[in-house]
């Protein structure tokens, strides 16, 4: 469990008092990042639940607008909570880990809906060119998704420590591989080049042993640092 600890110290500050607890020990994530990344993972297999296959096309405008949204009050509550930590006192409101996991949670959603385009547009060549979040029932199936998965954090209090603790562990690690594996694909100027899934996995292990070096070295750093 160490060197899970280690790898996730690279981004997230894991502050026991600022996570939730499962079996008396704490999450290797803190709740805004537990929030983070199991929301991400839930609205990219949401959105391929509800029949989205290898939709391409990010969002418009007004669906923007709303997942910009999220975004600012998942800003707003990390400043709030910040201000604590460093003053002594929150400015606007007291905070609490179910506000945190509530707008990790958001943001999530919001990646997701991002994410999701960007990966099929970087590495698949058939893809649909659709909006990733078109029809009417993409954001609510989203909604519904953080619902369910913050309902069953704060309310399954008695769940073993080793599924959540596996759960978001998976997430992050699936989340960031796929943003490096999409990354990588677009910065080799190989997008739209895969037929098969076999020529997806490449991408797949490339993009997690950049999201393992990259956590890696940032907790390397904050080690240095002392933080």
Do not use: K
């Not at 790898?7 to 499962?22: A, D, W, Y």
């Not at 997942?67 to 709030?80: E, P, Q, R, T, Y």
């Not at 099929?120 to 990733?132: P, Q, T």
């Not at 759960?167 to 100027?189: C, D, R, S």
């Amino acid at each position: 469990m160490e060197i899970i600890w280690f790898f996730l110290s690279g981004v997230c500050h894991q502050i026991p008092e600022r996570s939730l607890h499962f079996g008396g020990q704490p999450l290797p994530l803190c709740a805004r990042c537990t929030g983070t990344f199991l929301g991400a993972l839930t609205g990219l297999l949401v959105l391929w639940a509800i029949g989205h296959g290898r939709r391409s096309r990010l969002p418009g405008p007004w669906t923007f607008g709303l997942l910009g949204l999220l975004v600012g009050v998942w800003g707003l509550d990390g400043l709030n909570s910040f201000a604590q930590l460093a003053l002594g006192r929150a400015p606007l409101y007291e905070p609490s880990n179910t506000l945190r996991l509530a707008t990790g949670l958001g943001l999530g959603i919001a990646l997701a809906g991002v994410l999701y385009p960007t990966y099929h547009y970087a590495l698949w060549r058939e893809r649909d060119e659709r909006s990733a979040l078109g029809g009417p029932w993409a954001l609510p199936a989203l909604y519904a998704g953080a619902l369910v998965m913050g309902g069953l954090l704060l309310a399954w209090s008695g769940a073993p420590y080793a599924l959540w603790a596996t759960l978001a562990t998976g997430a992050t690690a699936t989340v960031l591989a796929l943003v490096n594996g999409a990354m990588l694909a677009l910065l080799l100027h190989r997008e739209g080049v895969a037929r098969r899934w076999a020529e997806v996995l490449p991408y797949w292990a490339g993009g997690l042993v950049l999201a393992l070096g990259e956590t890696g070295t940032l907790a390397i750093i904050r080690r240095l640092l002392g933080a």
